[in-house]
């Protein structure tokens, strides 16, 4: 009889356990190796491609609405910089690590001043669902001209 009681014991015990995930991949994001698809630039006329890698250990980068801006790119001649929609990058609610690379493209660059050509860089970082930020990159400088 004893043993029969020891034996419903740890089926018990084995039942009862439930497995908890024991992940440890990093939650914010990181990006790196930003590159971009010329460094001169005629205004209204050419495009700006910034390309970038990016990893992030728990997966929760992008967003389904598309009101929810995450990707950051500020000009340095601005004071604010503008915000871009990033879609999921990986099945909503799964703890996975990602990597890849995200391209972004400004449209209709312009000179700020009167003369004709000025030379700026981009400033840019991505945010996950959990509000967490990325390191910040800077581009090699660009030149605009008319």
């Given at each position: ?16 356990c ?76 799964e ?29 840019i ?22």
């Open positions: 009889m004893r043993l029969y009681i020891n034996i419903l014991s740890l089926c018990i015990l084995f039942f009862s439930k497995y908890e995930d024991q992940y440890t991949g990093d939650p914010k994001p990181s990006i790196s190796q930003l590159v971009l698809n010329q460094s001169d630039f005629k205004q209204f006329t050419d495009t700006v491609v910034l390309t970038f890698n990016y990893k992030d250990g728990d997966g929760d980068l992008g967003f389904e609405s598309a009101d929810s801006l995450s990707v950051e790119v500020r000009d340095i001649r601005f004071a604010k910089p503008d915000y871009y929609h990033l879609k999921p990058l990986a099945p909503l609610n703890k996975l690590s990602i990597s890849g690379s995200i391209r972004i493209s400004l449209k209709n660059i312009f000179l700020l001043g009167a003369g004709s050509s000025e030379s700026t860089q981009f400033h970082r991505i945010k996950d669902r959990a509000q967490h930020w990325s390191n910040a990159l800077m581009s090699k400088s660009v030149n605009i001209s008319k």
